[in-house]
């Protein structure tokens, strides 16, 4: 077996200790950009979590602005009912004033028609004959 001299063994070391120095350097590198990326994560997290933040209390204010739109129309149905209410009754008075409107007009023609006859026997005379008083 052949021993290996001292400068075999410094040369062999160096290259050791080279590579050992490039992977430390690119573990160096390696941890650096993780611990950049974790960073730039944990910001964009954060950022997120504002947004919907603000998405929510918009949400929120379009909800009330929608209770406020149903408490207007509530109001507004309402007034119709009211108003509904009142030309129903309205009607019915109506109905009620023309009937009675009517009513009145039919005992008025069956006085006039009574009347016409009593004009007429009277015009007549009593034996259907026209008097000499016309």
Same mark, same amino acid.
């Given at each position: 077996?052949?021993?290996?001299?001292?400068? @075999?063994?410094?040369?062999?070391?160096?290259?050791?200790?080279?590579?050992? @120095?490039?992977?430390?350097?690119?573990?160096?590198? $390696?941890?650096?950009?993780?611990?950049?990326?974790?960073?730039?994560?944990?910001?964009?997290?954060?950022?997120?979590?504002?947004?919907?933040?603000?998405?929510?209390?918009?949400?929120?204010?379009?909800?009330?602005? $929608? @209770?406020?739109?149903?408490?207007?129309?509530?109001?507004?149905?309402?007034? $119709?009912?009211?108003?509904?209410?009142?030309?129903?009754? $309205? @009607?019915?008075?109506?109905?009620?004033?023309?009937?009675?409107?009517?009513?009145?007009? +039919?005992?008025?023609?069956?006085?006039?028609?009574?009347?016409?006859?009593?004009?007429? +026997?009277?015009?007549?005379?009593?034996?259907?004959?026209?008097?000499?008083?016309?």
């Amino acid at each position: 077996m052949a021993h290996k001299t001292e400068a @075999e063994i410094r040369s062999t070391l160096d290259a050791v200790i080279q590579d050992l @120095e490039s992977h430390r350097h690119a573990h160096h590198s $390696f941890v650096g950009n993780v611990e950049t990326v974790a960073r730039e994560v944990s910001n964009l997290a954060g950022r997120m979590e504002q947004r919907f933040e603000q998405v929510d209390r918009r949400f929120d204010e379009v909800d009330k602005r $929608f @209770e406020q739109v149903d408490r207007r129309f509530a109001e507004v149905d309402k007034r $119709f009912d009211r108003l509904e209410r009142r030309m129903d009754s $309205f @009607e019915a008075n109506v109905k009620t004033e023309f009937g009675l409107v009517h009513d009145s007009l +039919r005992k008025m023609d069956a006085r006039i028609e009574r009347l016409v006859g009593y004009i007429v +026997r009277d015009e007549l005379g009593p034996e259907g004959q026209k008097t000499s008083a016309t």
